[in-house]
């Protein structure tokens, strides 16, 4: 039988300065319809930019040098921009890593759905609203029949990535590359989101290139793994044969990264003062009530974990801390004086000791601006430093988070990998010398062997320089390493906090249970028997009905 995709000893280069760069170096694969292939590795081993080849396309600065790319016959090398066109989106479709910035902020969520659809004249405008809104259902979208007419700001960045799924499977293709489509979701919203992917990939034959960091996600979906190490193959087989037994050491050490875990502290004593305390907050958008009376404590030189599904409440209890969102009731105290509920309220000191990092690194940093500068602008503006004190002391923050300062001083953001735009992110936030920082989600977009480095630079910092961390996640795995306490939120409220070790310990709360059943695990069979536990065979079937 002829594959639907067959890529043969593909070489793939990088200009950097005039200069072209290996990438992937004769990568080969072949890919039936209703297949499912996993590309895992870290970060720069060449997984998108393979899944990206796939559909004849390459970024700007890079090309093919070598190899062929066909697809159900066609030569997407050498074909031509109409035919191009003509496939891309309807039979062939990409569903990005970052949501936020791949959708059009002007234009509404339906709107964007059915553009494709429509211009290849696959539905009219209005089958296609319905049938968005069938797939949104199918992807357990809140509101089907009216999200769609929402802005993409007025969504939350997991309900962002399940309506880019949906727009992905709006015509229908033979091929979908996910690039890292669930890096965004909390562990209940992945299940249902992981499901929803393979049922439709089973009904419709589709196949897919599942580009992930994440071992346990990728066990559940594909048929085969294929592993990159700086754009070469290191092995490929099918999934239960991977995970039993691979071969090369590379694959030995992806299996067994995570193995990071922090010690837990001891108890805070009794009448300490903490360095930030959050009591009894309440807060709304508009006239919608979203957070309710949530209360909790953290004290120097600790870890706060706060964890919970998507619209939980989580970075909205970190805006009325930072004072982007002032609460309607409750206070929020300092070194236990209370703070302004607006930060325009704030002196330059009490905005200086609370920082924040960023989840997604790319948006987060001024593409146009280097480095130095961007570290720079927060050690003068609180600091006061000009000319070569600033420059020094940018140089002593890179060395801090372990880039050297003669290397990454005048690049731009885009000469960096994520781990490394993630470690200019800290950098930024110490410039500013806190003792209190939010890590928002800032492991959740890097493979887990840069992550777990992260994690180490992060609680070096701590320990360094005694500074207190809430840590907003969804990731357990990460909740375990560097959590000293841990709050757990649901629709606005905390409903279980405790030390980590009494956490994950039964009993729990019903919902604390449900997080910690969702978290994957390398069983190519978790996911089926976790539905099967729950009552669900396959979600929305009734969808599939109606979209056949």
């Not at 280069?13 to 996993?38: H, Y």
């Not at 939980?312 to 509920?341: H, M, Y």
């Not at 280097?370 to 004190?389: A, C, E, H, N, S």
């Not at 806190?434 to 994690?455: H, M, N, R």
């Amino acid at each position: 039988m002829s594959a639907l995709v067959e890529i043969r000893d593909l070489w793939i280069e990088g200009r950097s300065d005039e200069t072209w760069s290996p990438i992937i170096n004769g990568a080969s694969l072949r890919l039936n319809k209703g297949e499912v292939l996993g590309l895992i590795g870290e970060s720069g081993a060449g997984k998108s930019t393979l899944g990206l080849a796939a559909m004849g396309f390459t970024r700007d600065g890079v090309r093919i040098s070598k190899g062929s790319v066909m697809f159900d016959g066609i030569d997407l090398i050498n074909a031509s921009a109409a035919k191009k066109r003509d496939l891309l989106g309807k039979r062939i479709a990409y569903v990005a890593q970052s949501a936020a910035a791949s959708f059009n902020p002007a234009h509404k969520l339906i709107d964007q759905h059915t553009e494709g659809p429509v211009q290849h004249g696959v539905m009219s405008r209005a089958e296609s609203v319905q049938d968005g809104i069938e797939l949104y259902r199918r992807l357990r979208l809140p509101n089907p029949e009216e999200i769609g007419f929402r802005y993409p700001h007025q969504v939350s960045g997991g309900q962002l990535q399940r309506a880019m799924t949906a727009m992905a499977m709006s015509c229908r293709p033979d091929l979908i590359i996910f690039d890292e489509p669930t890096t965004a979701l909390d562990v209940t919203t992945q299940i249902e989101v992981l499901a929803s992917i393979r049922d439709i990939v089973e009904q419709f034959d589709t196949a897919a290139i599942y580009i992930t960091h994440d071992l346990a996600v990728v066990a559940q979906m594909a048929d085969r793994i294929k592993v990159l190490l700086k754009g070469d193959e290191v092995e490929e087989a099918d999934t239960r044969t991977m995970l039993a037994q691979p071969k090369e050491d590379y694959t030995k050490t992806l299996w067994a990264v995570r193995a990071f875990e922090r010690p837990q502290k001891p108890a805070v004593h009794t009448g300490a003062t903490p360095v930030v305390s959050v009591q009894n907050v309440s807060a709304a958008y508009g006239k919608i009530q979203v957070l309710h009376d949530v209360s909790f404590d953290i004290h120097e030189g600790r870890t706060v974990a706060v964890v919970g599904e998507s619209g939980s409440g989580k970075s909205t209890t970190a805006r009325c801390i930072t004072g982007l969102l002032p609460p309607t009731s409750g206070v929020i105290e300092f070194d236990g004086q209370p703070l302004p509920a607006n930060y325009k309220s704030r002196n330059k000191d009490q905005l200086r000791q609370a920082q924040m990092i960023y989840q997604m690194a790319d948006t987060a940093l001024n593409p146009r601006t280097t480095i130095g500068d961007i570290i720079g602008r927060p050690v003068q503006f609180y600091m006061g430093l000009t000319g070569k004190q600033r420059r020094r002391r940018v140089e002593e923050l890179l060395d801090e988070i372990e880039l050297p300062a003669a290397q990454y001083y005048d690049r731009l953001p885009s000469e960096l990998s994520g781990g490394q735009k993630q470690r200019i992110g800290i950098a930024r936030a110490l410039a500013a010398e806190p003792k209190f920082i939010i890590c928002d989600e800032v492991t959740s977009a890097l493979d887990q062997l840069v992550a777990e480095g992260i994690l180490k630079l992060l609680a070096r910092l701590q320990d360094d320089l005694k500074l207190s961390y809430m840590f907003i996640t969804h990731d357990l795995a990460t909740v375990k390493a560097i959590a000293d306490e841990v709050v757990v939120m649901k629709e606005g409220k905390v409903v279980e906090q405790g030390p980590k070790h009494d956490m994950f310990v039964p009993p729990h709360h019903p919902y604390t249970d449900l997080l910690l059943s969702s978290v994957p695990e390398m069983d190519p069979d978790w996911l089926t028997n976790l539905l099967n536990e729950r009552g669900v065979d396959n979600i929305g079937d009734a969808a599939v009905d109606k979209m056949s």
